[in-house]
């Protein structure tokens, strides 16, 4: 039987502390919410405990970040699309951030295994003065367990309305996209870290986000195959492929301390459940 999971969760700026409520149906839930960095910032970790989506499911995640509060959320593991005998599994996010929120979604990579039918859709939302960083991993197949993605299909969606859209689609039958030198080129992770504001983002500002993350590429490993830009005035973006997950992990939570440190003078306080 299929499940419908749906999360809604708040954060309200309470006497100068961040604090998360949140409502659920279904098995989709936020674990306690945790303050490693003092009050300002609240880290949660989002629950799925069946682990993974098969033909059929949806997950609906609405965040919704109130001005002044600051929220980082994060998960215990990665989000996996199942094979799937015909029906779609389907994962939408929306995240809203009122003026002068801040919010951090950086959620563990998404498995596409052979023979999904999955669609990933992140819609991003922010008022003047609020500000955003996010990240994105996905994974086709297990190629470290020697199950390749050689069936099924993949719609990735990521969207700032009327400011910037990502939105391609994946086909395990698409050989020229996936070894394409100007497709995947034989890579299997795609991922991307990004700096969402609701207002234009100083130039300076840009650049140095910019700067940092291009430095960062030039010593990594996946040098060859990253890169740093501003499609809009509102958007700094770091895109790689690599060809398993952990080293594009390595390098976007590079970028995220860098990003942190650059953009809001933050130390890059790692959510307490990378470290088990």
Known sequence: MPWHARLDLDYQLENQRS??????EGPLRILQSLYP?????????????PGG?????????????????????????ATRFYRSEGELALQRTELVLEPGARLEWLPLEAICYSGCRAENRLTLRAAAGAELIGWDLTALGLPGADKPFVLGSLQQHIEVPGTWLERGRIDAADTRLLQSPIGLAGHRCLASIFFVAGAPIARARREAALEVARALIDTHGLGESAG??????????????????????????????????????????????WAM
């Open 19 to 24: 604090v998360a409520r949140f409502r659920h």
């Open 37 to 49: 960095e003092g009050d300002a910032v609240c880290h949660n970790v989002l629950v799925h405990p």
């Open 53 to 77: 989506l098969v033909g059929g499911d949806t997950l609906d995640i609405a965040v919704r970040v109130a001005a002044g509060s600051h929220g980082l959320i994060t998960t215990p593991g």
């Open 228 to 273: 740093a830009t501003s499609p809009h005035a509102e958007v700094i973006v770091l895109r790689t492929l690599a060809p398993v997950v952990e080293p594009a992990m390595q390098l976007l939570r590079q970028v995220w301390k860098a990003w942190r440190a650059e953009l809001w003078n933050m130390t890059g306080t790692a959510p307490r459940i």
